[in-house]
Nanobody, 124 residues
Framework: QVQLVESGGGLVQAGGSLRLSCAASGRTFSNYVIGWFRQAPGKEREFVAAISWSGDSTRYADSVKGRFTISRDNAKNTVYLQMNSLKPEDTAVYYC?????????????????WGQGTQVTVSS
């Protein structure tokens, strides 16, 4: 089992920045790909970004490329999502998830463990 806890969400104006954190406990954190997903009201949960266990490989949704950066610190069992140039359409609950696959997947079904989510609201 891997337990994931997100933090860092909040209310920010358009154009602003937030950094989300995903803290893990349980099984060896460094063995897992970590992904971020988000879900807006009335919409499906969608992929945002993912990072390999070593941090050498990352993957982003087209909608966030160039604005969001995913990184990890295995010594702290934490993955970060730096979100810059935020837009109102980025408003959603953000979830982190862990996958045992060797490369970062972008499908929800490839992830085995999920956090409870953190709310991000971007005002216009």
């Amino acid at each position: 089992q891997v337990q994931l806890v997100e933090s860092g969400g909040g209310l920010v104006q358009a154009g602003g920045s937030l950094r989300l954190s995903c803290a893990a406990s349980g099984r060896t954190f460094s063995n897992y790909v970590i992904g971020w997903f988000r879900q807006a009201p009335g919409k499906e949960r969608e992929f945002v970004a993912a990072i390999s266990w070593s941090g050498d490989s990352t993957r982003y949704a087209d909608s966030v490329k160039g604005r969001f950066t995913i990184s990890r610190d295995n010594a702290k069992n934490t993955v970060y999502l730096q979100m810059n140039s935020l837009k109102p359409e980025d408003t959603a609950v953000y979830y982190c998830a862990a996958s045992s696959l060797p490369i970062p997947p972008n499908q929800r079904r490839r992830y085995d463990y999920w956090g409870q989510g953190t709310q991000v609201t971007v005002s216009s």
